[in-house]
């Protein structure tokens, strides 16, 4: 079974930087688009960055372009997402998802967009 797990997440200012981290295991990201997606108080999931494992494509909402990168580690196991500038409306909890067979440029496109693996969450919080 494919996990996923989340971290990173934490208090900051507004202005502040965090970096959040999501690893899986057994497996490595190889053929998967794996994406960001953030969850606000009253809001729906919406997803804000997406890494393909096969070429390093990436997708970025406009909400966080220009302030965040999403990135992936060498060994493919870790894909890691920096966030600066940050501002309280990027206050939610932090999922990671991968599916495999999709990339970047399609998820949204989607059900679901075509994540086949989701991560428990972690809880970003930006005081004003």
């Known amino acids: 079974e494919v996990q996923l797990v989340e971290s990173g997440g934490g208090l900051v200012q507004a202005g502040g930087s965090l970096t959040l981290s999501c690893v899986i295991s057994?497996?490595?990201?190889?053929?998967?688009?794996i994406g960001w997606f953030r969850q606000a108080p009253g809001k729906e999931r919406e997803r804000i960055s997406a890494?393909?494992?096969?070429?390093?494509?990436?997708y970025y909402a406009n909400s966080v372009k220009g302030r965040f990168t999403i990135s992936m580690d060498n060994s493919k196991t870790t894909v890691y997402l920096q966030m600066n500038s940050l501002a309280p409306e990027d206050t939610g909890v932090y999922y990671c998802?991968?599916?495999?067979?999709?990339?970047?440029?399609?998820?949204?496109?989607?059900?679901?967009?075509?994540?086949?693996?989701w991560g428990e969450g972690t809880l970003v919080t930006v005081s004003s």
């Open positions: 998802a991968a599916g495999l067979g999709t990339t970047p440029q399609t998820m949204g496109m989607l059900e679901d967009y075509g994540m086949d693996y």
């Open positions: 057994p497996n490595d990201f190889d053929g998967y688009a």
């Open positions: 890494i393909s494992g096969f070429n390093g494509d990436t």
